[in-house]
């Protein structure tokens, strides 16, 4: 069977949905003949040689939901080659997000739905929301995220520090609750803490110029360091350093950081969205705050800070609950099963 990605040129950037493509492009690459097409302008579809190549070639073509913002690629999915079978992997789409399901995009997503023949969601929050808009049961595959080996290595914990260390792994993005989170923290500077930032910051430079001078304050006061894209081994001695993994987004589908923060015995405080409700749950691996109950947020943070006893038994809940976690195979195999079912191989 041939396969075929269309991925964003944002492809090499350490993000979730980025690093599930490449993950699922390996695992099948080793089972199938795969070819990725990295969408950077307009005119890769409007030539025409996209189109060619799926319909002589390819069996399974598989589109990354940010992808469909672009008008290009919306023709193109309208046109699309008969005989070949369309996977949208939903990483994030405006209709399944409570925040922006009434949205002009959500529409446009809407529409382009019955294009499709099947999904790969990575939660089955995402699934759920695919299925009320119409979409039939057997065209949905749940695909959890995995693991990478790394992840099930002994935790490393140096002594403990003389000040909780908080981090978030986060996209410096507007839709993260990054500000919000600024705020809540300086209204607790009467607390010993230290934040701990890891995410990317060149998808959105102008929010992220903004969210720098947010920081200026906490900066200054040796509260805050923001670390940017780091390599895995940084990654994961952050998470065994830390005490306690926080993430504001104001939505996940999934929350691949969560699962990671949670195998290094991180409890987990983050607002109840999306797939994270999935993974967490409230009052015995986490706490999970109602979306938009900022007070409620602060109050939790305040009682993480202030109690390492809870953080304790919260973490080691945490690291029992990532043992159910899938590996990156596992995952592959999930993909490549449900590829098999509806290509009829």
């Given at each position: ?67 469909l913002r672009e ?64 979409v039939r049961f ?50 607790q500077a009467d ?155």
């Amino acid at each position: 069977m041939h396969i075929q990605f269309f991925i964003p040129s944002i492809y090499q950037l350490p993000t979730g949905g980025n690093i599930f493509n490449r993950k699922i492009i390996d695992f099948l690459s080793d089972v199938h003949a795969v070819t990725v097409t990295v969408y950077r302008q307009s005119s890769d579809l409007k030539t025409g040689r996209v189109q060619a190549d799926v319909s002589h070639k390819t069996h399974i073509v598989f589109v990354d939901s940010l992808l469909l913002r672009e008008p290009s690629v919306r023709k193109f999915m309208k046109r699309k080659a008969s005989g070949v079978r369309f996977v949208l992997l939903v990483h994030y789409l405006h209709l399944i997000d409570p925040e922006q399901e009434n949205s002009p995009a959500a529409q446009q997503e809407l529409e382009l739905l019955s294009t499709f023949d099947g999904f790969v969601t990575t939660s089955g929050f995402s699934a759920e929301k695919l299925i009320r808009q119409g979409v039939r049961f057997s065209k949905v595959c749940v695909a959890q995220p995995g693991l990478d080996l790394i992840y099930r290595t002994e935790i490393r914990k140096n002594e403990p520090a003389p000040i909780p260390l908080l981090l978030t792994v986060s996209s410096i993005l507007p839709g993260k609750g990054l500000p919000e989170f600024i705020s809540i923290l300086e209204k607790q500077a009467d607390l010993d803490w230290q934040w701990q930032i890891v995410g990317e910051a060149g998808l959105d430079r102008e929010f992220y110029r903004k969210f720098d001078r947010h920081l200026e304050g906490l900066r200054r006061a040796g509260r805050v360091v923001y670390h940017g894209s780091i390599v895995l081994s940084k990654l994961v001695r952050l998470y065994d350093e830390a005490d306690l993994f926080v993430l504001p987004s104001h939505f996940e589908s999934c929350s691949m950081v969560s699962m990671e923060a949670m195998s290094r015995g991180l409890p987990v405080l983050a607002y109840q969205v999306g797939g994270l409700q999935e993974i967490v749950i409230n009052g015995q691996n986490g706490y999970l705050i109602p979306p938009g109950n900022v007070s409620e947020f602060s109050r939790s943070l305040w009682k993480l800070i202030s109690d390492p006893g809870l953080r304790k038994q919260l973490g080691e809940n945490a690291l029992l609950s990532s043992r159910e976690f899938p590996g990156w195979e596992d995952t592959g195999n999930t993909v490549n099963n449900f590829l098999m079912k509806i290509s009829h191989f």
